[in-house]
């Protein structure tokens, strides 16, 4: 194979600035082939089916498809029957012939291989019908070529951009009914998360679901009659959506919308069976899709039509993926054939050998450096796109990988038939295993941020977890409600929120009313306090002034008493005198020195025991006085012990109402919290009710003016 070019491009582009330069040439050198391809079509003769192709028609295959014997539906004996087609649609495309079917089959694209059971007809006869088909199928000479329209707006961008753009897409005013209701969800076929907003597209039945991926709320529904997406992928600015599916055995498309606006800005593709595998190149000039016809087309958006196709492949093609850059598409396929061609050209570029089982996935590094690819041999692998080496290999799932898919930041999730989600790290290493699903886990998601992952199986469940902890945080489903159903179900949530907020702002006002209350009854029994306090303290001083003079009176006693001691001394001293003056007068009664002596012992005597009887009044004074004090110290103490008896009783309240105050407080934060949830769910759920009540509006004037 040449490798030539896309190695000099890979080259230039890690380290040359003007890559994009090169791209361009590369496109200009694709552009001057097609053109030399129109020159020599116009020297071709004119076939025509009349003169040409309806004799090759009834040799080869009127024995099963004439006006008596219609096998599936399909004549091919006349012009208007031929182009009619049988009972899966049209079977010639005119200008088209690598998507009609009928070429297909007769060129042996794919099965059922016509004639059945013989040989490839004759390569004379084949390049008859090919240049029929090309030429616009005409029936006779005189008719004239009438070839599909090319698209009317051709949204391929000039220049590629990596960054975050200044206003990330979001779908404005879409239809949120659901095209079809069923009584059990479909398995997530297909899962894509925005780049660059936090918007989850999801298969639904006949649709694409759009939710917000942080409130988890359905934003919008695009309708997809042509059957069941089996791949969503957003462009690399997110501003386009693409849906590739179909109805299998039957037909196959590939649409692409306007995320904001929901129009369908492009589509393509008539395959005979459903797509499996599509995607979009970043510049937005390419559109590439596979499935069980084993062959990959790639569209060019500005025209329309083929620009090449690979037929390479030898079975059913389950993934393909243009590299960020736009340079390269990787494709997969159920026999394990895993391959990487140049985008522009449809050139070989590598072959990559090493899986085991079905390529049931792969995804690009964003700096389109490196392709991992997950397989049902349960591995997933990671190759460097230079040379094609497996650089890294690991058992993500024993039972089969099912979904792999590459974050902004490098690191890689999967999904798997063990029903569980993992996340690895660049290298392989485990960082966290997501569980919960409840079978067969086929997609998986991370949110533009990287915050968290989504998960959905084959039960029709979307499971959503916090990357950081791997918590789970939310469901979606694939099969919502009617409108209709959903605006009855928000206007009861709303008002039921509402009652909760009402009645939390009721039970707070009263929790305040009583935090009030216990409050004053705190603020009362400390002023009780205070006062109790302050006397208390001059109780104190009292007592400590009659503990302090109460000494001194009892020693006031004691000196009297002894006073009165040394006064009975002196008394007794007298008393003595004058009976010995007595006995000596009497025996010598005219002696009056002696009678002086005795009258002065006697005034002495009479003296002293006057001062004793003052000292013994003295003394009961004192006693009088200590047990006034000690009746007033045992008074002022049992006021203190029932002062101290009431402080501790309104202690005792003050701190029952503290505790009620502490758990009215607790509580008032519970209801206050409780409040700051309920205010934000009441404005998103009054919120959502108005936007689903604007798009059942919307959904009814349309459906008024169609009727008009």
């Known amino acids: 194979m040449n490798h030539s070019l896309t190695m000099e491009y890979l080259t230039l582009k890690r380290a040359n600035p003007f890559r994009l330069a090169l791209s361009l040439l590369m496109v200009l050198g694709v552009a001057s082939t097609v053109l030399a391809a129109e020159d020599k079509k116009k020297e071709e003769k004119k076939v025509t089916f009349d003169q040409h192709v309806q004799s090759i028609f009834r040799s080869k295959c009127g024995a099963c498809h004439n006006p008596d014997r219609k096998i599936a539906g399909l004549d091919l004996t006349s012009y208007t029957s031929t182009m009619l087609g ?201 559109v590439a899709l596979g499935g069980p016809g084993k062959v990959v087309r790639v569209y060019s958006t500005a025209t329309g039509e083929v620009l090449y196709e690979l037929r390479k492949h030898t079975d059913w093609i389950y993934t393909l993926a243009f590299s960020p850059d736009s340079v390269l598409l990787a494709t997969g396929d159920r026999s394990g054939g895993l391959w990487v061609w140049e985008a522009q050209t449809g050139r070989e570029y590598l072959t990559l050998e090493g899986h085991k089982g079905s390529i049931t996935d792969v995804s690009w590094r ?92 084959w039960s029709g469940e979307i499971k959503i977890w916090n990357v950081s902890d791997g918590k789970e945080i939310g469901v979606l489903t694939s099969n919502p409600p009617s409108l209709a159903a959903r605006v009855e179900d928000a206007q009861q949530k709303a008002s039921t929120i509402k009652k909760k907020l009402d009645d939390a702002q009721k039970q707070l006002d009263s929790m305040k009313q009583k935090s009030a209350q216990e409050t004053a009854a705190i603020q009362q029994a400390n002023q009780e306090i205070t006062k109790l306090n302050n006397l208390r303290k001059q109780l104190n001083a009292e007592v400590a002034k009659l503990k302090a003079d109460l000494p001194k009176e009892k020693a006031a006693i004691q000196q009297k008493q002894k006073s009165v001691m040394a006064i009975d001394a002196k008394v007794k001293e007298y008393s003595e005198l004058l009976s010995h003056s007595t006995e000596v007068l009497s025996e010598n009664p005219n002696e009056e020195a ?40 045992a008074l002022k103490n049992k006021q203190l012990e029932e002062s101290a008896k009431q402080l501790q009783s309104l202690q005792t309240k003050i701190n029952t109402h503290k505790k009620e105050v502490e758990t009215i407080t607790a509580k008032l934060k519970e209801v206050e919290s409780s409040i700051k949830s309920l205010q934000p769910q009441v404005k998103q759920a009054e919120e959502q009710l108005q936007r689903l009540t604007e798009a059942q509006q919307r959904t009814t004037e349309n459906l008024q003016a169609s009727a008009q």
């Open 366 to 457: 964003s700096d389109s450096n490196m392709l991992a690819s997950g397989s049902e041999d349960g591995s997933v692998k990671l190759w460097e796109v230079m040379d094609g080496k497996n650089i890294k290999s690991w058992n993500a799932h024993g039972s089969g990988v099912l979904s792999v898919e590459f974050s902004r930041d490098g690191r890689v999730m999967t999904s798997g038939r063990d029903k569980e989600v993992k996340l690895f790290d660049g290298q392989g290493k485990g960082i966290r295993t997501f569980k919960g699903l409840k079978d067969l886990a086929l997609e998986v998601a991370m949110l533009e941020d990287g915050s968290r992952i989504f998960g959905g199986d």
């Open 594 to 633: 002696l009678k002086k002596v005795q009258a002065d012992l006697q005034a002495l005597k009479q003296n002293t025991e006057k001062e004793k009887n003052a000292q013994q009044g003295a003394i009961k004074a004192h006693e009088a006085k200590v047990a006034a004090m000690e009746k007033q110290l």
């Open 86 to 286: 049988g009972n899966s649609g049209e079977v010639v495309i005119p200008g088209d012939p690598d998507s009609s079917y009928l070429f297909g089959v007769t060129n042996h694209d794919y099965e059922p291989f016509m004639p059945p059971n013989a040989d490839r007809i004759a390569d004379e006869m084949v390049a008859t019908i090919k240049t029929w088909i090309e030429q616009g199928a005409l029936e006779n000479a005189g008719s004239k070529a009438v070839l599909p329209d090319k698209p009317k707006v051709s949204f391929s961008l000039e220049t590629v951009s990596l960054d975050r753009p200044e206003t990330p897409p979001m779908p404005e005013n879409l239809s949120l009914d659901p095209v079809v209701v069923t009584s059990r969800p479909n398995a997530i076929t297909a899962m894509a998360t925005n780049p660059w907003s936090p918007l989850v597209a999801v298969a639904g039945s006949k649709a694409v679901l759009l939710y917000h991926g942080e409130t988890q709320e359905l934003i919008g529904v695009l309708p997809f009659p042509e059957g069941v997406p089996h791949i969503l992928k957003f462009s690399q600015n997110g501003s386009l959506l693409l849906a590739g599916g179909g109805h299998g055995g039957q037909s196959g498309r590939v649409v692409i919308w306007d995320v904001k606006t929901g129009e369908r800005r492009f589509e393509i593709g008539s395959e005979f069976d459903v797509v499996l595998g599509a995607d979009i190149s970043s510049d937005q000039t390419l």
